[in-house]
């Protein structure tokens, strides 16, 4: 009994110690709470933790984040990766992949024209490698002999060919107003219209079909003989139009309009003339003869206004509704207008009358257009064929061949001209006439 009571009161001495010591505590540390500056530090420090916490809680969503991203990407990757395999051919993926590439193959005026010119550029290169002394000499004889005055003045840039810069001057791409000086400059030097047209597609920078560039230099040409036949004097007095030296000089600097507007007097006049004529036979020739001037008229319009040369070409279809130039120039414009349709049944027109009249031209121009039609409603192989009779016709004449090292030194000769020159030579047909 006595032992439980000593040990009953040893433990009130320790719980009463506890207690004692847990007063001693909750006494300081209300002591410390009610200082200033004890409660200062600890807000100092409160706020320095939730600081912390937060740039870690930052930090960990960042890293997922990030994490998140390239999981992305790399699934993007992996998807990208599984498109380019190959699929395994079918038998009719197979044949419809060989009749696309054969008609890739062929397909020249599908393919952008930086192609075009950089073919061109290494074909130049390699005739120049491959191009001899002895050659250059036997072409020179040959162009002196054809036409010796000009020739002479080709034989010029021999000297820049010497120093191996003969091209240096020459800007070959240009548009096609600044190439009508060329035009005119190589018409008054009696240059073949095919070789001619053969330097413009090579020159050219705008997207002209072989037909317009040929059609333009024919036009060109036919307004600089009818200047020469003196054709304009007559409605020139019943109207106040520019000389013919005039409009030349503003033709060669890129202004067709002189020269259109002297077309236009004439045109009206053989309109009228045939109008008051009785004699049918007769009425059909001028009215032929009108709508060829109508062409000329609206292919120097295409220039600047397709609308305007759309109106010329439909005017001689009206005149001569068999002319198979007016047709053909009328589907070209309705083509560069994006009036497909209309230019598909105006093609159809040409190609109705060009194997009537056996006009190769004409046929491979619609050819053209026609197997691009074709192609866009999925008749490959119909489209391949047409192509190819289009490109054989336009490779047998030429007019896509590069130019060699001396034709581009005759283009640089050419360009060097001034316009008095060329006036003189362009009327130098008629001058020598009058002084006869």
């Known amino acids: 009994m006595i032992y439980q009571l000593t040990k009953l009161a040893l433990s009130r001495d320790v719980f009463m110690d506890i207690a004692n010591r847990f007063d001693a505590f909750v006494n300081k540390t209300e002591n410390f709470l009610y200082t200033t500056d004890n409660i200062h530090i600890l807000s100092l420090l409160a706020a320095a933790l939730i600081v912390v916490s937060v740039f870690f809680a930052v930090l960990y969503i960042g890293v997922k984040l990030f994490a998140f991203v390239c999981s992305i990407g790399e699934k993007k990757k992996s998807d990208e990766n599984k498109k380019d395999e190959p699929e395994p051919e079918t038998e009719d993926s197979a044949l ?26 290494l074909v130049i290169e390699q005739e120049n490698k491959i191009q001899t002394a002895e050659e250059d000499t036997k072409e020179a004889h040959l162009s002196k002999k054809e036409n010796p005055a000009f020739a002479l003045d080709w034989q010029k840039s021999s000297i820049n060919k010497a120093n191996g810069n003969q091209d240096s001057r020459l800007v070959l791409k240009k548009n096609i107003r600044d190439l009508i000086c060329m035009i005119v400059n190589m018409l008054g030097h009696n240059i073949d219209e095919l ?11 705008e997207d002209w079909s072989e037909e317009s560039i040929l059609q333009l230099v024919r036009a060109i040409k036919e307004f600089l003989d009818l200047c020469n036949q003196a054709a304009f004097d007559n409605v020139r007095r019943l109207k106040d139009l520019p000389s013919d030296e005039e409009c030349i000089l503003r033709l060669i600097a890129g202004d067709a309009s002189y020269a259109m507007a002297l077309l236009e007097a004439l045109l009206d006049d053989r309109i009228n003339q045939a109008v008051a004529l009785k004699n049918a036979d007769k009425q059909h020739e001028i009215f032929q003869q009108a709508a060829q001037y109508s062409c000329c008229f609206g292919t120097l319009a295409e220039i600047n206004d397709a609308g305007l ?3 010329s070409f439909e005017l001689a279809i009206e005149m001569c509704p068999d002319s198979t130039v007016a047709w053909s120039r009328c589907a070209e414009v309705y083509r560069q207008n994006g009036q497909i349709e209309k230019a598909n049944w105006a093609y159809r027109n040409v190609l109705k009358l060009a194997q009537q009249n056996n006009d ?9 257009f026609l197997s691009q039609y074709l192609y866009d409603l999925g ?33 640089e000769q050419i360009d060097s001209s001034d316009s008095e020159k060329i006036i003189q030579s362009v009327l130098g047909i008629r001058q020598n006439l009058n002084s006869l």
């Open 96 to 121: 419809a992949s060989e009749l696309q590439s054969e008609l890739d193959k062929s397909d020249k005026f599908l393919k952008p024209s930086l192609e075009k010119l950089n073919a061109d550029a």
């Open 195 to 205: 070789k001619i047209a053969q330097a413009l597609m090579f020159r050219c920078k």
């Open 309 to 311: 040369a759309a109106a």
């Open 360 to 368: 190769a031209q004409q046929e491979a121009n619609a050819n053209k």
């Open 379 to 411: 008749d490959s192989v119909k489209a391949s064929q047409l192509y190819m009779q289009s490109k054989n016709y336009y490779d047998s004449i030429g007019i896509n061949r590069p130019l060699d090292r001396k034709e581009l030194e005759i283009l």
